[in-house]
């Protein structure tokens, strides 16, 4: 058995509640019963997707036997972990992408049978680097 708050196996006993013991977490601190959550997360789940599909709070409260300030607790801690998430991936790829690229002509005119080579900039994230191409390169 572990805290159902925070998974946490450390907790101490803290009396009864309508016949049924009742458990003290030590890692967060809360109490919680050794019957479990009321309502299983599958049910949580569909109430989510109802809720996506245009259902209304009441009848959503009313098909699964929840009140509608606990369905509204569903929602907004989905939409929280769901902000959560979207945030981790935003900087995930901000992290990942270089700040600024940019390009300059790499050659202006290579005459038709010039064998000498031309040199072109590269500006990528601040670093500078010279590029050298000859006109055989590119034909």
């Known amino acids: 058995m572990a805290?159902?708050?925070c998974g946490s196996p450390a907790f101490r006993?803290?009396?009864?509640?309508?016949?049924v013991q009742r458990y003290l977490c030590?890692?967060?601190?809360?109490s919680f019963?050794?019957?479990g959550e009321r309502f299983s997360k599958a049910l949580k789940a569909q109430a989510l997707d109802m809720y996506l599909n245009n259902?209304?709070?009441?009848?959503?409260a009313r098909f699964t036997g929840a009140s509608p300030p606990?369905?509204?607790?569903?929602?907004r801690k989905a939409a929280q972990a769901l902000a959560?998430?979207?945030?981790?991936?935003?900087?995930?790829?901000q992290e990942d992408l270089p700040?600024?690229?940019?390009?300059?002509?790499?050659?202006?005119?290579v005459q038709k049978n010039s064998a000498a080579p031309s040199y072109g900039l590269l500006i990528l994230a601040g670093k500078v680097a010279l590029l050298r191409t000859s006109s055989a390169t590119l034909a």
């Open 3 to 5: 805290c159902h708050h």
């Open 13 to 19: 006993k803290n009396g009864h509640s309508a016949g």
């Open 26 to 30: 030590r890692a967060c601190g809360r």
């Open 33 to 35: 019963s050794a019957n």
């Open 55 to 60: 259902v209304g709070i009441r009848k959503i």
């Open 70 to 75: 606990a369905v509204l607790k569903w929602i």
């Open 84 to 93: 959560a998430q979207l945030e981790q991936a935003s900087a995930q790829v």
């Open 99 to 109: 700040d600024v690229i940019e390009m300059d002509e790499i050659y202006t005119f």
